[in-house]
């Protein structure tokens, strides 16, 4: 006979389950076999999409019908835990070049003279093939020589790329072109425009609107360079005016600045509030701005301010800092994520903290703070003096020469700061800065990843932590939230706890010597890497026939040809020599590619063997 929760009537078991988180969800399908039958049915599971994942990629696939949603919630649990728990699904070697960019599951790479473009998350057999001798004679007629390629960027079948026509050329060429399979190879070239060569320069677009975002503007008070965007309508390849964002300060993408276009706004933060040292300052924030893509203008741009930390809470080695920007799974909200090393409240160690939190603006008609856009030009007035702290001797040593910045400190719910370690676990063994060559922070998993070099290897490291029960162990009551002692409010999510999962290394020292030879591709210190969500793909070594590297986490995407490594281990399958083979060659000697189809999409684009067909060397865990 059951008792419990299997007693309740389905109805109300449905509305229960509701209220429950994604993890806690999947968790209870699990109990019996009476709940995996009656909570796995495809209703219940598509508002379970729609609560906890709407925004993920798998929800797309469900609401086009290409997977259920049932098969949904699945992938998207089996991804989160494999991540979490540091156990790859797969990794192969996809190919060999010079250079990659990884971005929206798709791989673009050069090879040659070729630029390869491949879809990571929805892996073929082939891929599409831009010739750049070709493209380079087509568009610029009189040449067709170039040097100093560069991928730029990647978003909805875009992709945008530059390069010069010489070695002394001062004059980069920026050119779009859309790689979807039914464009018209006469409508492919979306955009080529010059622009002067910048140390700082880097392009964002969706399918309508492209941005060049160049450090060259000058501001109006500080005299120094400021971000300049200029936009350009992809749909008749027309530059719209340029914007300048005035007091964004911060050079150094993904340390002190992000960039992104999100939801048909593109977005800037910066950590940086000017660039003169202020000796007295209490309140470090984000700066942020903001604008629809269609209508970039002065006019249109929002800025704001958001509390970042007290500069009490410790010094930060600069040389840790990582800051990004991601969409959330469950709300499509943006979310800012920066990873700091602190020397937290006195402390002689640093610590590693990835903090999270939504960026948010004010509705338009809503007047943002004016400290948020100025705050760093203007002196001190008398009324920023009452603001100031109260009892604080170095009020007192204030003059009309500071810009001291202020706000009470903020309490941070235990959701939003992720801790390398927690205070009741041991410190995990950690790598110098030169041996880590990549670091990246997973909300949807929870989980910081490391791509470190450990001896003459590179291994993969996450650590983890997965929320704990809501019932106080010792009174089996709910944990009670803070309050704020200023307004007497509960404090939103201040009541939530989490368990840490301690920190995985992968593979194992004892790995398979295939698997590491794999792996290191090579074995080079210089290591170019790229991540999301549910995968990781780095180049290591030198030259231009670098071996490209994915490791999965999502048994979703299914690449062909993999071998069991569990076989492999055992020498119940061939052994193969791993390694990239000279100009790709397959494990055949015949060329790792070879055009499909009926060779009409044009004398610079068209489709070929994917290079990972002719490879064929990787392992399913």
């Known amino acids: 006979m059951h008792s419990g929760i299997l007693t309740l009537p389905l109805e109300l078991l449905i509305k229960i389950v509701f209220y429950l988180n994604f993890r806690d969800f999947v968790s209870l399908q699990s109990v019996t076999k009476e709940l995996l039958q009656a909570l796995r049915s495809e209703s219940i599971s598509r508002e379970i999409v729609k609560r906890h994942i709407f925004y993920s990629k798998e929800a797309s696939l469900a609401k086009q019908g290409t997977i259920t949603y049932k098969a949904a919630v699945k992938r998207v649990s089996n991804r989160r835990e494999a991540f979490a728990a540091n156990q790859p699904d797969s990794a192969l070697l996809l190919g060999c070049g010079s250079s990659f960019i990884y971005q929206d599951g798709v791989l673009c790479y050069l090879y040659h003279d070729h630029i390869r473009i491949l879809d990571v998350h929805a892996p073929t057999d082939v891929e599409h093939i831009i010739d750049l001798h070709c493209i380079n004679s087509q568009i610029w007629e009189s040449y067709d020589c170039y040097t100093h390629v ?54 964002r677009h969706d399918s309508c609107h492209l941005f060049l975002g160049l450090h060259n503007g000058i501001g109006q008070n500080s005299h120094r360079h400021e971000w300049v965007l200029q936009p350009y309508d992809l749909s008749t390849s027309l530059p719209l005016p340029p914007l300048q964002l005035p007091n964004l300060f911060g050079t150094d ?306 690449f062909g040809g993999l071998r069991k490594m569990g076989l492999v281990a055992a020498g119940l399958e061939e052994d193969v020599v791993l390694g990239v083979e000279g100009k790709g060659k397959g494990r055949d000697g015949g060329s790792a590619g070879g055009r499909v189809g009926d060779g009409s999409e044009g004398e610079w684009f068209w489709k070929e063997r994917a290079m990972w067909v002719g490879l064929k060397k990787g392992f399913r865990f």
Not at 372 to 392: C, F, R
Not at 540 to 547: D, K, L, M, P, T
Request: overall charge negative; proline content about 7%.
């Open 150 to 203: 560069e991928l730029l960027h990647y978003h909805n079948s875009v992709l945008a790329f530059s390069y010069t026509l010489n070695e002394s050329d001062s004059i980069s060429r920026l050119v779009a072109v859309d790689t979807h399979a039914s464009t018209p190879i006469a409508k492919r070239i979306l955009l080529v425009v010059s622009y002067p060569q910048t140390s700082k320069t880097f392009v």
């Open 253 to 558: 993408i993904g340390q002190v600045v992000a960039f992104e276009i999100h939801d048909n706004h593109f977005y800037a933060i910066s950590t940086q509030s000017t660039y003169e040292l202020e000796e007295i300052d209490w309140t470090s924030y984000y700066h942020c701005y903001r604008f629809p893509t269609h209508s970039p203008s002065e006019s249109s741009l929002q800025i704001t301010r958001i509390w970042r930390r007290q500069h009490r809470e410790g010094p930060i080695n600069d040389s840790w800092t990582d800051l990004a920007l991601h969409s959330d799974d469950c709300t499509g909200t943006l979310l800012i994520s920066e990873c700091r090393r602190e020397w937290l409240h006195g402390l002689s160690t640093q610590k590693r903290t990835y903090y999270t939190q939504p960026l948010l603006f004010p509705p338009p008609n809503v007047i943002s703070d004016p400290a948020s856009s100025n705050s760093t030009t203007t002196s001190v007035p008398s009324t920023q003096l009452a603001s100031l702290p109260a009892n604080d001797r170095l009020v007192r040593t204030l003059d009309e020469t500071n810009k001291p910045q202020y706000e009470p400190p903020h309490h941070r719910p235990p959701c939003s700061s992720h801790p390398e370690c927690s205070l009741h676990t041991q410190a995990p063994h950690t790598f110098l800065l030169a041996k880590t060559k990549h670091r990246a922070y997973n909300p949807t998993s929870a989980a910081f990843l490391d791509l470190v070099q450990d001896n003459a290897h590179l291994r993969l490291r996450i650590g983890s932590r997965h929320p704990a029960s809501p019932l106080n162990p010792t009174t089996g009551l709910l944990h009670l939230p803070l309050v704020d002692e200023a307004t007497g409010v509960a404090i939103e999510g201040s009541e939530e706890k989490f368990i840490d999962g301690g920190v995985r290394m992968w593979p194992a020292a004892e790995a398979p010597l295939e698997l590491q030879q794999l792996l290191g591709a090579g074995g080079g210190v210089e290591v170019d890497v790229a991540s999301d969500e549910r995968s990781i793909v780095w180049m290591a070594g030198e030259g231009n026939e670098r071996g490209i590297v994915l490791v999965s986490f999502d048994g979703g995407m299914r």
